[in-house]
């Protein structure tokens, strides 16, 4: 079992940055890719980014590349999303999500065993 935490989350305004935290216990962090989901009210679970169990490799939906970056540090079991220049549309709930490992099907909901309950991200005009 792995349990996921989000924080971070918070009402900004554009342009804004936040730095968004998963914290992991349970089962070894270190063995698990990590990925980050958003949810906007009335939409469906959309991805953001992905890395893999070291960090070696990194993916992101094209609306936030260059804006956001995942990073992780297994020694403190966590994974974060540094989230720079943030736009109105970045709205949504965070969710932070746990795989074996980065399949073909990593943008894909059903690729993640585990999954955080979500923390707040609002961004005004």
């Known amino acids: 079992q792995v349990q996921l935490v989000e924080s971070g989350g918070g009402l900004v305004q554009a342009g804004d940055s936040l730095r968004l935290s998963c914290a992991a216990s349970?089962?070894?962090?270190?063995?698990?890719?990590m990925a980050w989901f958003r949810q906007a009210p009335g939409k469906g679970r959309e991805f953001g980014a992905a890395?893999?169990?070291?960090?070696?490799?990194?993916y992101y939906l094209d609306s936030v590349k260059g804006r956001f970056t995942i990073s992780r540090d297994n020694a403190k079991n966590t994974v974060y999303l540094q989230m720079n220049s943030l736009k109105p549309e970045d709205t949504a709930v965070y969710y932070c999500?746990?795989?074996?490992?980065?399949?073909?099907?990593?943008?894909?909901?059903?690729?993640?065993?585990?999954w955080g309950q979500g923390t707040q991200v609002t961004v005004s005009s």
């Open positions: 349970g089962r070894t962090f270190r063995t698990y890719a």
């Open positions: 890395i893999s169990q070291s960090g070696g490799s990194t």
């Open positions: 999500a746990a795989a074996p490992f980065l399949a073909s099907n990593y943008r894909s909901q059903g690729a993640y065993d585990y």
